[in-house]
């Protein structure tokens, strides 16, 4: 629900949250993918990174885990 919200359901990216702001990432991206292993997906859940929060304080470590296999699993075939 919080992803949706900047990721688009389907994890493609949306709109700026702000005027002028950046675009939220598209969790499908091929090259986005490649070059991000899981860890370092969990980490920018868990701690936030650019205009993304930190959601350390809202899911617990197993559920950080989780989502992070799920932005994974987001890939192109």
Request: charged share 25%.
């Amino acid at each position: 629900q919080a992803c949706a919200k900047c990721h688009a359901a389907d994890g493609t990216g949306g709109l700026a949250m702000v005027a002028n702001g950046p675009r939220p990432i598209n969790l499908r991206d091929e090259e986005w993918q490649r070059i991000r292993t899981e860890d370092e997906i969990a980490a920018a859940i868990r701690d936030g990174r650019g205009a993304m929060p930190p959601f350390s304080d809202v899911l617990s470590s197993a559920q950080i885990a989780a989502l992070a296999g799920h932005v994974r699993s987001l890939r192109k075939p």
